[in-house]
């Protein structure tokens, strides 16, 4: 940092003169250099920053769909306008060394460290405190997200610690399987459909499930990413906000088709998804009939709606039966 | 031989082995199902199929395996599962199902979505759903191309049935269910379609062997314009 001081010679020796007489005719070039890193970084992050916010920030995905969507977004922007600065810090500290301390430059000593770098202290305090600081900053900045956003999106497990504080929250089953999502109402009678159809300004709880391998449930533009275990539970929450198209699609490789297990839902308004949902319930009320009760798992033994893969009603998901060990197709039901 | 001749014989050698497992391992992979291709005797006419759905396909390196069948526009029956179809066209499928069937896993999948009318025709007679828990005959498979929300449940034969069909192509003289249904093919695209149910007996969740592999339980609409 200093043009006079904590060079070596040609030989890579310590220079003649001792660490102490060298610090006093340094100190006041090491902080010319250094006010003027600082000065040059500060002006370049903040013009990145208002720059990024303003017009890249309205335009980051996931969008702003839905609460956690939104949520999301904003956590995105904070975060890249923290990265930021650390970028535009090292590339300006390079650049500024690139050119002042450049080999052609005649008369500039290399600024190749030496005890008046190992022993500055107030680069080595500043240091530490900005990273700690960041890195605690970014770790309770990302715990107070995920708490106020209900989860933020994220499927919660069976028991979800945080919830929202809507009193009308509209319950979506979501059953992956080899290789389709399909999607029930329990409010409208239970009925299974294969379209994900949402009215606006309406929380949604999605209980996210599978009835054979694991899944996982990522709806894009709302934000929600949940995986689909069998025989679990998992909840993910979140407000819709806009009306409009998002995509479905499955996240955790999932067999032969994985990459065709996708689907595209909608968002409309609550009058156009009530007469969805109602017709849609008269028009498969006979079929739903025939589908399992509604439950928070989806048991391919009850009413049995099996397949006949799982014979005993124990348990779903021995080896015998999951590999279809059973001989033959079994008998159906009387 | 001297040093160099000997290294260069084995590694010669090694070339040749390795060439060789390459070769294997692409040629395993890379072999699809021949394109059926299906074309409208004018514009916009509609084109008639007739699939059939067998118990095991009776050649081939899985003979036993379920799968589907083609006939194409000659008349040949064709195991292939990738059929090329006009765009914006009505497809009228004839689909003689000579498996049996059982309960579905999901219910779901007993009902009939996507088609012209909302329904089709179970040996003549129109249904919309099939309760596949009651009767003998369950659901065998189904013919679902989800980007398309199409899906039909094709009825299995009665599981007392004793002249069932051994070996493919099977003639209508076997025991049989004739599903008919259409539907409007949309804009140019490859669409995938699958069984939904798990038929792939002895793999997992039933979803493997004949679920897995292109040209047996899945294939692909591949729509021009």
């Known amino acids: 940092m200093s043009e006079t001081s904590g060079t070596t010679d040609d030989q890579g020796t310590e220079p003649a003169s001792s660490a102490s007489d060298a610090s006093a005719p340094a100190a006041g070039g090491q902080t010319r250099h250094m006010w003027r890193i600082v000065t040059i970084w500060l002006v370049l992050a903040i013009i990145a920053d208002v720059l990024f ?120 089953q979501v059953i992956g399987q080899q290789w389709k999502f399909t999607y029930r109402y329990p409010t409208f009678g239970g009925f299974e459909t294969s379209q994900l159809v949402l009215p606006v300004d309406t929380t949604i709880e999605f209980h996210v499930t ?36 998002f995509t479905v699609r499955c996240s955790e490789l999932c067999g032969i088709w994985h990459g065709a297990m996708f689907n595209y839902g909608r968002v409309e308004s609550k009058s156009s998804f009530e007469d969805w949902a109602t017709s849609t319930q008269q028009l498969t009320a006979k079929n739903t009939a025939l589908l399992p009760p509604y439950a928070l798992t989806y048991t391919p033994d009850a009413n049995n709606a099996d397949g006949g893969y799982y014979p005993d009603n124990v348990d779903p998901y021995s080896n015998a039966e999951v590999y279809g060990a059973t001989p033959g197709k079994p008998t159906p039901p009387a | 031989m001297s040093f160099g001749g000997r290294l260069t014989a084995v590694l010669g050698l090694l070339v040749v082995v390795i060439g060789f497992a390459v070769w294997g391992v692409i040629s395993f992979l890379l072999p699809q199902p021949s394109t059926v291709v299906f074309t409208a005797s004018s514009p916009g006419a509609p084109i008639d199929m007739t699939v059939q759905t067998v118990p095991a396909i009776g050649f081939g390196f899985q003979p036993v395996w379920v799968s589907y069948l083609v006939q194409n526009q000659q008349g040949q029956w064709i195991h292939s599962t990738v059929w ?89 003289n076997f025991a049989h269910n004739t599903m008919k249904f259409s539907f409007v093919t949309p804009g140019a695209g490859s669409y995938n379609w699958q069984c939904f149910v798990p038929c792939g007996g002895g793999y997992l969740y039933g979803n493997g062997g004949p679920m897995s592999t292109l040209g047996y339980m899945g294939g692909f609409l591949d729509v021009v314009a």
């Open chain 1, 53 to 172: 916010y303003t017009l890249v920030g309205p335009h980051v995905p996931p969008g702003t769909m839905t609460s956690s969507a939104s949520d999301n977004q904003f956590d995105f922007n904070i975060l890249l306008m923290v990265a930021l600065p650390v970028l535009v810090a090292v590339w300006v500290y390079l650049a500024y060394c690139i050119i002042t301390w450049r080999a052609s430059r005649a008369g500039v000593p290399e600024p190749v460290g030496g005890p008046a770098a190992r022993t500055n202290l107030g680069v080595q305090v500043g240091w530490i405190v900005t990273t700690t600081v960041l890195v605690l900053g970014l770790f309770i900045f990302g715990t107070v997200r995920l708490i106020t956003g209900a989860g933020s999106g994220g499927g919660e497990g069976p028991n979800p610690i945080w919830t929202p504080t809507s009193a009308h929250i509209l319950p979506v």
């Open chain 2, 84 to 172: 090329q179809l006009p765009a914006h066209t009505r497809i009228n499928v004839t689909l003689d199902q000579y498996d049996s069937g059982s309960p579905l896993r999901n219910q779901n999948w007993g009902r009939v979505q996507g088609t012209i009318g909302g329904h089709a025709l179970y040996n003549g007679k129109p249904f919309s759903y099939y309760d596949s828990n009651t009767g003998n005959n369950g659901v065998g498979h189904t013919f679902t191309v989800p980007a398309l929300n199409l899906s039909v449940p094709l009825i299995g034969v009665n599981g007392n049935a004793t002249n069932t069909c051994g070996a493919a192509p099977c003639t209508t």
């Open chain 1, 210 to 245: 599978s009835l054979d391998v694991i899944h996982s449930f990522w709806a894009y533009q709302l934000s929600v990413k949940a995986d689909a275990n069998p025989g679990q539970d998992n909840v993910a929450f979140t407000t819709t906000r806009q009306t409009g198209n």
